[in-house]
Protein backbone atom coordinates (compact mmCIF):
# COMPACT_ATOMS: atom_id res chain seq x y z
CA UNK A 1 0.00 0.00 0.00
CA UNK A 2 2.43 2.98 -1.29
CA UNK A 3 1.60 6.19 -1.42
CA UNK A 4 0.66 5.94 -4.96
CA UNK A 5 -1.47 3.01 -4.79
CA UNK A 6 -3.54 5.06 -1.81
CA UNK A 7 -3.49 8.19 -4.72
CA UNK A 8 -5.16 5.14 -6.93
CA UNK A 9 -8.10 4.53 -5.09
CA UNK A 10 -8.55 8.15 -4.08
CA UNK A 11 -9.16 8.92 -7.56
CA UNK A 12 -10.79 6.11 -7.97
CA UNK A 13 -13.48 6.92 -5.10
CA UNK A 14 -13.66 10.01 -6.37
CA UNK A 15 -14.77 8.58 -9.52
CA UNK A 16 -17.39 6.60 -8.59
CA UNK A 17 -18.75 8.93 -6.29
CA UNK A 18 -19.31 11.08 -9.44
CA UNK A 19 -20.27 8.72 -11.66
CA UNK A 20 -24.21 8.39 -13.43
CA UNK A 21 -24.06 4.97 -14.85
CA UNK A 22 -20.86 2.29 -15.32
CA UNK A 23 -18.10 3.52 -17.34
CA UNK A 24 -18.50 4.28 -21.36
CA UNK A 25 -18.32 0.82 -23.01
CA UNK A 26 -18.59 -1.21 -19.69
CA UNK A 27 -19.63 -4.69 -21.14
CA UNK A 28 -23.27 -5.84 -20.36
CA UNK A 29 -23.51 -8.98 -17.83
CA UNK A 30 -25.39 -11.99 -18.73
CA UNK A 31 -27.30 -13.85 -15.58
CA UNK A 32 -24.59 -15.53 -13.76
CA UNK A 33 -26.82 -19.08 -13.86
CA UNK A 34 -27.97 -20.66 -10.51
CA UNK A 35 -27.08 -23.91 -11.58
CA UNK A 36 -23.29 -22.96 -10.86
CA UNK A 37 -24.71 -23.12 -7.24
CA UNK A 38 -26.74 -26.28 -7.41
CA UNK A 39 -25.27 -28.68 -10.29
CA UNK A 40 -23.04 -31.75 -8.77
CA UNK A 41 -20.81 -31.44 -12.30
CA UNK A 42 -20.40 -28.35 -12.27
CA UNK A 43 -19.13 -28.90 -8.08
CA UNK A 44 -16.78 -31.70 -9.00
CA UNK A 45 -15.31 -29.60 -11.74
CA UNK A 46 -14.82 -26.93 -9.40
CA UNK A 47 -12.79 -30.16 -6.99
CA UNK A 48 -10.30 -31.23 -9.92
CA UNK A 49 -9.78 -28.04 -11.01
CA UNK A 50 -10.44 -25.33 -8.88
CA UNK A 51 -9.76 -26.87 -5.30
CA UNK A 52 -7.14 -29.18 -6.56
CA UNK A 53 -4.95 -26.43 -8.16
CA UNK A 54 -5.46 -23.11 -6.25
CA UNK A 55 -3.02 -22.09 -3.41
CA UNK A 56 -4.67 -21.81 0.20
CA UNK A 57 -4.63 -20.55 3.34
CA UNK A 58 -3.43 -24.13 5.62
CA UNK A 59 -2.36 -22.14 8.87
CA UNK A 60 0.91 -20.09 10.35
CA UNK A 61 4.47 -20.89 10.32
CA UNK A 62 4.64 -20.52 14.20
CA UNK A 63 2.18 -23.55 13.91
CA UNK A 64 4.92 -25.86 13.34
CA UNK A 65 7.66 -23.76 15.08
CA UNK A 66 10.44 -26.56 15.66
CA UNK A 67 11.62 -29.05 13.82
CA UNK A 68 9.47 -32.19 13.66
CA UNK A 69 6.62 -29.80 14.19
CA UNK A 70 3.10 -31.03 11.89
CA UNK A 71 -0.92 -30.01 11.93
CA UNK A 72 -3.18 -31.73 9.64
CA UNK A 73 -4.91 -29.89 7.22
CA UNK A 74 -8.24 -31.39 5.91
CA UNK A 75 -10.18 -28.33 4.88
CA UNK A 76 -9.78 -29.59 1.08
CA UNK A 77 -11.35 -32.99 1.27
CA UNK A 78 -7.83 -34.93 1.42
CA UNK A 79 -5.91 -35.72 3.99
CA UNK A 80 -3.04 -33.43 4.59
CA UNK A 81 -0.16 -33.06 6.91
CA UNK A 82 2.09 -30.26 7.15
CA UNK A 83 5.59 -31.08 8.90
CA UNK A 84 8.28 -28.65 9.66
CA UNK A 85 11.74 -30.92 8.41
CA UNK A 86 14.91 -30.74 10.19
CA UNK A 87 15.93 -28.73 8.06
CA UNK A 88 13.69 -26.03 8.80
CA UNK A 89 11.71 -25.95 5.73
CA UNK A 90 7.90 -26.23 6.36
CA UNK A 91 6.56 -29.00 3.55
CA UNK A 92 3.15 -30.72 2.91
CA UNK A 93 1.98 -34.15 2.35
CA UNK A 94 -0.75 -36.15 2.36
CA UNK A 95 -1.55 -37.66 5.45
CA UNK A 96 -1.55 -41.48 3.62
CA UNK A 97 0.47 -44.07 3.78
CA UNK A 98 1.57 -46.07 1.08
CA UNK A 99 0.85 -49.43 2.35
CA UNK A 100 -2.77 -49.72 2.89
CA UNK A 101 -3.51 -46.05 3.40
CA UNK A 102 -3.71 -45.81 7.20
CA UNK A 103 -2.79 -42.00 8.33
CA UNK A 104 0.79 -41.50 9.10
CA UNK A 105 -0.35 -39.04 11.77
CA UNK A 106 -3.49 -39.63 13.88
CA UNK A 107 -2.98 -36.39 16.33
CA UNK A 108 -4.43 -33.40 15.16
CA UNK A 109 -1.03 -31.94 15.74
CA UNK A 110 2.09 -32.81 17.55
CA UNK A 111 6.00 -33.10 17.15
CA UNK A 112 7.30 -36.24 15.46
CA UNK A 113 10.90 -37.48 14.49
CA UNK A 114 9.85 -39.34 11.84
CA UNK A 115 6.03 -40.64 10.80
CA UNK A 116 5.68 -44.05 11.63
CA UNK A 117 2.15 -45.55 10.51
CA UNK A 118 0.66 -46.79 13.47
CA UNK A 119 -1.27 -50.00 11.23
CA UNK A 120 2.04 -51.80 10.22
CA UNK A 121 4.79 -49.50 11.00
CA UNK A 122 5.97 -48.25 7.72
CA UNK A 123 8.25 -45.71 8.69
CA UNK A 124 8.78 -42.17 6.34
CA UNK A 125 11.02 -39.31 7.30
CA UNK A 126 9.99 -35.88 7.39
CA UNK A 127 11.99 -33.48 4.95
CA UNK A 128 10.97 -35.67 2.08
CA UNK A 129 8.88 -38.41 3.04
CA UNK A 130 10.76 -40.57 1.94
CA UNK A 131 10.05 -44.32 3.42
CA UNK A 132 12.52 -45.79 5.62
CA UNK A 133 11.59 -48.73 7.38
CA UNK A 134 8.83 -51.40 7.14
CA UNK A 135 8.70 -54.16 9.21
CA UNK A 136 9.09 -57.97 7.43
CA UNK A 137 9.97 -56.71 4.51
CA UNK A 138 11.19 -60.31 3.33
CA UNK A 139 7.26 -61.07 2.65
CA UNK A 140 7.07 -58.22 0.01
CA UNK A 141 8.06 -59.13 -3.55
CA UNK A 142 10.31 -56.72 -5.67
CA UNK A 143 8.99 -53.54 -3.38
CA UNK A 144 10.12 -50.37 -4.97
CA UNK A 145 10.84 -48.49 -1.57
CA UNK A 146 11.43 -45.38 -3.85
CA UNK A 147 7.92 -45.86 -5.35
CA UNK A 148 6.56 -45.71 -1.64
CA UNK A 149 7.22 -42.22 -0.32
CA UNK A 150 4.52 -39.72 0.93
CA UNK A 151 2.66 -37.78 -1.55
CA UNK A 152 3.57 -34.41 -1.77
CA UNK A 153 1.87 -31.42 -2.25
CA UNK A 154 3.38 -27.79 -2.79
CA UNK A 155 3.89 -25.82 0.52
CA UNK A 156 5.15 -22.11 0.51
CA UNK A 157 4.97 -19.46 3.06
CA UNK A 158 3.55 -15.63 2.64
CA UNK A 159 3.57 -12.91 5.72
CA UNK A 160 4.00 -15.74 8.32
CA UNK A 161 1.24 -17.80 6.50
CA UNK A 162 1.48 -21.18 5.10
CA UNK A 163 -0.30 -21.64 1.81
CA UNK A 164 -0.38 -25.68 -0.30
CA UNK A 165 -1.50 -26.31 -3.23
CA UNK A 166 -2.16 -29.78 -4.67
CA UNK A 167 -1.05 -29.08 -7.89
CA UNK A 168 2.97 -29.72 -8.10
CA UNK A 169 3.15 -27.81 -11.20
CA UNK A 170 1.44 -24.61 -9.92
CA UNK A 171 3.03 -20.98 -10.49
CA UNK A 172 5.32 -19.89 -7.09
CA UNK A 173 2.95 -18.48 -4.45
CA UNK A 174 3.98 -14.94 -4.68
CA UNK A 175 4.06 -15.14 -8.50
CA UNK A 176 0.25 -15.91 -7.82
CA UNK A 177 -0.58 -13.26 -5.62
CA UNK A 178 1.31 -10.58 -7.68
CA UNK A 179 0.34 -7.06 -6.70
CA UNK A 180 -1.89 -8.47 -4.07
CA UNK A 181 0.60 -9.07 -1.89
CA UNK A 182 1.33 -5.54 -1.47
CA UNK A 183 -1.93 -4.88 0.62
CA UNK A 184 -0.31 -6.91 3.58
CA UNK A 185 2.93 -4.92 3.25
CA UNK A 186 2.45 -2.83 6.28
CA UNK A 187 1.60 -5.92 8.76
CA UNK A 188 5.09 -7.67 9.16
CA UNK A 189 3.22 -10.83 8.37
CA UNK A 190 5.85 -12.71 10.91
CA UNK A 191 4.33 -10.07 13.85
CA UNK A 192 1.41 -11.58 13.66
CA UNK A 193 -0.51 -14.77 15.82
CA UNK A 194 -4.04 -15.82 15.49
CA UNK A 195 -6.36 -13.58 18.35
CA UNK A 196 -9.30 -15.77 18.22
CA UNK A 197 -10.90 -18.01 15.66
CA UNK A 198 -14.90 -18.71 15.30
CA UNK A 199 -16.34 -21.58 12.65
CA UNK A 200 -20.11 -21.76 11.62
CA UNK A 201 -21.35 -24.79 8.90
CA UNK A 202 -24.01 -22.82 6.66
CA UNK A 203 -26.35 -25.33 4.39
CA UNK A 204 -25.17 -23.46 1.33
CA UNK A 205 -23.02 -23.67 -2.31
CA UNK A 206 -19.38 -22.33 -0.88
CA UNK A 207 -19.81 -19.45 -3.99
CA UNK A 208 -22.55 -18.01 -2.23
CA UNK A 209 -21.00 -17.46 1.12
CA UNK A 210 -17.85 -15.94 -1.00
CA UNK A 211 -20.02 -13.45 -2.91
CA UNK A 212 -21.88 -11.97 0.11
CA UNK A 213 -17.58 -10.48 0.78
CA UNK A 214 -17.40 -9.48 -2.55
CA UNK A 215 -19.89 -6.39 -2.88
CA UNK A 216 -20.98 -3.68 -0.59
CA UNK A 217 -23.87 -3.17 -2.18
CA UNK A 218 -25.72 -5.03 0.57
CA UNK A 219 -24.10 -3.25 3.18
CA UNK A 220 -26.56 -0.49 4.39
CA UNK A 221 -29.54 -2.60 4.13
CA UNK A 222 -28.49 -5.42 6.32
CA UNK A 223 -25.67 -3.91 8.51
CA UNK A 224 -26.95 -1.03 9.82
CA UNK A 225 -27.74 -0.25 12.98
CA UNK A 226 -29.45 2.30 14.48
CA UNK A 227 -30.84 3.50 11.26
CA UNK A 228 -27.33 4.45 10.17
CA UNK A 229 -24.62 2.39 8.23
CA UNK A 230 -20.89 2.37 8.43
CA UNK A 231 -19.94 2.55 5.03
CA UNK A 232 -21.33 4.58 1.41
CA UNK A 233 -21.09 2.11 -1.20
CA UNK A 234 -21.70 4.15 -3.77
CA UNK A 235 -17.86 5.30 -3.45
CA UNK A 236 -16.43 1.95 -3.36
CA UNK A 237 -13.38 1.75 -5.16
CA UNK A 238 -12.12 -1.42 -6.85
CA UNK A 239 -9.09 -3.12 -8.61
CA UNK A 240 -9.59 -6.61 -10.09
CA UNK A 241 -6.15 -9.08 -10.40
CA UNK A 242 -4.89 -11.72 -12.32
CA UNK A 243 -5.65 -14.80 -11.05
CA UNK A 244 -9.32 -13.96 -9.27
CA UNK A 245 -8.02 -11.87 -7.02
CA UNK A 246 -9.57 -8.15 -6.06
CA UNK A 247 -9.25 -5.42 -3.66
CA UNK A 248 -12.61 -3.15 -2.61
CA UNK A 249 -11.91 0.12 -0.46
CA UNK A 250 -15.31 1.23 0.55
CA UNK A 251 -15.12 5.28 2.08
CA UNK A 252 -17.16 5.92 5.27
CA UNK A 253 -20.46 7.06 5.56
CA UNK A 254 -21.07 10.68 6.31
CA UNK A 255 -22.46 9.13 9.93
CA UNK A 256 -19.37 7.41 10.66
CA UNK A 257 -17.19 10.43 9.56
CA UNK A 258 -18.80 12.22 12.40
CA UNK A 259 -18.40 9.99 14.40
CA UNK A 260 -14.54 10.24 13.98
CA UNK A 261 -13.88 14.04 13.27
CA UNK A 262 -13.16 13.16 9.77
CA UNK A 263 -14.33 16.27 7.64
CA UNK A 264 -15.22 14.26 4.12
CA UNK A 265 -14.79 10.83 2.76
CA UNK A 266 -11.47 11.73 2.06
CA UNK A 267 -10.72 13.11 5.03
CA UNK A 268 -7.82 10.14 6.16
CA UNK A 269 -5.87 10.70 8.81
CA UNK A 270 -4.58 8.66 12.37
CA UNK A 271 -7.45 7.86 14.29
CA UNK A 272 -6.55 6.68 17.76
CA UNK A 273 -7.94 3.80 18.85
CA UNK A 274 -6.55 2.80 22.26
CA UNK A 275 -6.35 0.77 24.09
CA UNK A 276 -5.51 -1.68 20.73
CA UNK A 277 -1.92 -1.19 19.59
CA UNK A 278 -2.01 0.58 16.12
CA UNK A 279 0.40 -1.74 13.98
CA UNK A 280 3.28 0.98 12.82
CA UNK A 281 2.91 1.81 9.20
CA UNK A 282 -0.75 1.02 8.64
CA UNK A 283 -1.73 4.03 6.19
CA UNK A 284 -4.02 6.08 7.53
CA UNK A 285 -6.11 5.49 4.42
CA UNK A 286 -6.96 1.84 5.93
CA UNK A 287 -8.50 3.61 9.47
CA UNK A 288 -10.54 5.86 7.14
CA UNK A 289 -12.22 3.45 5.29
CA UNK A 290 -13.15 -0.27 4.96
CA UNK A 291 -9.77 -2.04 2.96
CA UNK A 292 -10.57 -5.30 2.16
CA UNK A 293 -8.97 -7.66 -0.29
CA UNK A 294 -9.93 -11.45 -1.58
CA UNK A 295 -7.39 -13.90 -2.37
CA UNK A 296 -9.21 -16.20 -4.85
CA UNK A 297 -10.62 -18.74 -4.37
CA UNK A 298 -11.41 -18.64 -0.79
CA UNK A 299 -10.25 -16.01 1.69
CA UNK A 300 -11.61 -12.24 1.81
CA UNK A 301 -9.22 -9.89 4.52
CA UNK A 302 -11.01 -6.56 5.79
CA UNK A 303 -7.75 -5.04 6.67
CA UNK A 304 -7.44 -2.96 9.69
CA UNK A 305 -5.28 -0.80 11.91
CA UNK A 306 -4.43 -3.50 14.68
CA UNK A 307 -4.88 -6.57 12.85
CA UNK A 308 -7.25 -8.18 10.65
CA UNK A 309 -9.38 -10.93 10.36
CA UNK A 310 -9.59 -13.75 7.29
CA UNK A 311 -12.97 -14.97 5.93
CA UNK A 312 -12.42 -18.72 5.05
CA UNK A 313 -15.25 -20.68 3.10
CA UNK A 314 -14.62 -24.00 3.04
CA UNK A 315 -16.94 -25.92 0.60
CA UNK A 316 -17.93 -29.86 1.94
CA UNK A 317 -20.29 -30.53 -0.21
CA UNK A 318 -22.25 -28.62 -3.14
CA UNK A 319 -24.87 -27.10 -0.81
CA UNK A 320 -22.89 -26.86 2.63
CA UNK A 321 -20.06 -24.58 3.39
CA UNK A 322 -17.92 -24.16 6.35
CA UNK A 323 -17.39 -20.53 7.26
CA UNK A 324 -14.21 -19.76 9.53
CA UNK A 325 -12.97 -16.84 10.59
CA UNK A 326 -9.61 -16.26 11.84
CA UNK A 327 -8.57 -12.97 13.88
CA UNK A 328 -4.75 -12.34 13.13
CA UNK A 329 -3.26 -9.30 14.69
CA UNK A 330 0.48 -8.91 16.81
CA UNK A 331 -0.24 -10.18 20.15
CA UNK A 332 0.84 -7.64 23.42
CA UNK A 333 -0.63 -9.96 26.41
CA UNK A 334 0.20 -13.37 27.43
CA UNK A 335 -2.65 -16.57 27.82
CA UNK A 336 -5.45 -17.55 26.18
CA UNK A 337 -7.88 -15.50 27.12
CA UNK A 338 -8.74 -12.33 25.49
CA UNK A 339 -8.85 -8.66 27.17
CA UNK A 340 -12.32 -6.96 27.68
CA UNK A 341 -11.13 -4.21 24.24
CA UNK A 342 -10.40 -7.97 21.78
CA UNK A 343 -13.24 -9.47 23.30
CA UNK A 344 -15.66 -6.32 22.29
CA UNK A 345 -14.01 -6.41 18.63
CA UNK A 346 -15.09 -9.83 18.34
CA UNK A 347 -18.47 -9.72 19.48
CA UNK A 348 -18.79 -6.84 16.98
CA UNK A 349 -17.40 -9.07 14.02
CA UNK A 350 -19.42 -11.73 15.13
CA UNK A 351 -22.39 -9.72 14.75
CA UNK A 352 -22.09 -8.17 11.31
CA UNK A 353 -21.11 -12.02 10.16
CA UNK A 354 -24.34 -13.25 11.79
CA UNK A 355 -26.28 -10.37 9.62
CA UNK A 356 -24.13 -12.15 6.67
CA UNK A 357 -25.07 -15.19 7.03
CA UNK A 358 -28.83 -14.96 7.75
CA UNK A 359 -29.64 -14.84 3.95
CA UNK A 360 -27.40 -17.58 2.51
CA UNK A 361 -29.46 -20.87 3.80
CA UNK A 362 -32.20 -19.48 2.68
CA UNK A 363 -30.31 -18.53 -1.05
CA UNK A 364 -29.94 -21.76 -1.44
CA UNK A 365 -33.56 -22.89 -1.08
CA UNK A 366 -34.02 -20.42 -4.01
CA UNK A 367 -31.74 -21.68 -6.22
CA UNK A 368 -32.70 -25.27 -5.63
CA UNK A 369 -36.34 -23.95 -6.69
CA UNK A 370 -37.67 -22.83 -9.97
CA UNK A 371 -37.93 -19.66 -8.53
CA UNK A 372 -34.50 -18.19 -10.04
CA UNK A 373 -32.69 -19.25 -12.71
CA UNK A 374 -29.55 -16.28 -12.95
CA UNK A 375 -28.15 -13.72 -10.97
CA UNK A 376 -28.49 -10.26 -12.48
CA UNK A 377 -25.14 -8.77 -11.26
CA UNK A 378 -23.90 -5.23 -11.22
CA UNK A 379 -21.49 -2.72 -11.94
CA UNK A 380 -20.49 -2.12 -8.32
CA UNK A 381 -20.96 -6.34 -8.09
CA UNK A 382 -18.33 -6.57 -10.85
CA UNK A 383 -16.07 -8.41 -7.88
CA UNK A 384 -18.29 -11.37 -8.15
CA UNK A 385 -18.23 -11.79 -12.30
CA UNK A 386 -14.36 -11.70 -11.74
CA UNK A 387 -14.56 -14.14 -9.28
CA UNK A 388 -16.54 -16.48 -10.96
CA UNK A 389 -14.65 -15.90 -14.47
CA UNK A 390 -11.68 -16.91 -13.02
CA UNK A 391 -13.37 -19.92 -11.54
CA UNK A 392 -14.16 -20.88 -15.51
CA UNK A 393 -10.98 -19.91 -16.32
CA UNK A 394 -9.24 -22.65 -14.20
CA UNK A 395 -12.18 -25.50 -15.31
CA UNK A 396 -11.09 -24.52 -19.26
CA UNK A 397 -14.43 -23.06 -20.65
CA UNK A 398 -14.92 -26.27 -22.67
CA UNK A 399 -15.36 -28.23 -19.87
CA UNK A 400 -18.23 -25.55 -18.40
CA UNK A 401 -21.74 -27.47 -19.30
CA UNK A 402 -23.72 -25.69 -21.32
CA UNK A 403 -25.90 -23.05 -20.44
CA UNK A 404 -23.73 -22.36 -17.11
CA UNK A 405 -20.73 -20.65 -18.72
CA UNK A 406 -19.57 -17.08 -17.92
CA UNK A 407 -18.53 -15.01 -20.57
CA UNK A 408 -15.22 -13.71 -19.97
CA UNK A 409 -15.40 -10.08 -20.24
CA UNK A 410 -13.56 -8.45 -17.10
CA UNK A 411 -9.36 -9.01 -18.29
CA UNK A 412 -9.48 -5.64 -20.04
CA UNK A 413 -9.86 -3.99 -16.39
CA UNK A 414 -7.28 -6.09 -14.72
CA UNK A 415 -5.05 -4.09 -13.06
CA UNK A 416 -1.62 -4.61 -15.08
CA UNK A 417 1.09 -5.89 -12.72
CA UNK A 418 3.21 -3.17 -11.51
CA UNK A 419 6.39 -5.53 -11.93
CA UNK A 420 5.95 -4.79 -15.76
S1 LIG B 1 -1.21 -49.01 6.39
FE1 LIG B 1 0.52 -48.02 7.12
S2 LIG B 1 1.88 -49.57 7.64
FE2 LIG B 1 0.15 -50.63 6.86
FE1 LIG C 1 -21.99 -8.08 4.73
Not at 96 to 125: F, I, K, M, N
Not at 165 to 180: I, Y
Not at 200 to 215: D, R, S, V, Y
Not at 277 to 300: E, H, K, R
Amino acid sequence: MDDQLIAKIKADMAYEFARESPPEGFPPFHDISTQRHTSQEFYDLEQEHVWAKSWVIAGRVEDVAEPGDYFQMKDLGVPLIIVRGTDSVIRGFYNTCQHRGAPVVRDERGSARRLRCQYHSWTYEVDGGTLVALPDERDFVNLDWEQRCLPKVRCETFAGFIFVNRDLDAAPLLEWLGDSAEMFAPYQGDQLREIYRESMIIPCNWKITAEAFLEVYHFKHIHSHDGSSSLDNRGAAMGLYPNGHSRMVTPFSSQRRGGLGMDAWDDWKPIDQAPFAMIDGVPDMVSCTSTAVSLFPNAIIPFGAVGFPINFFWPVDKRTTRLDWVYYAPKDWEGDELPAHWAGLRKHYNQIMEEDRMNMAPMQESVDSPAISGFPINYQERRIWHFHEEIDRLIGPDRVPKGLAMDLLLEPYWESPSSV
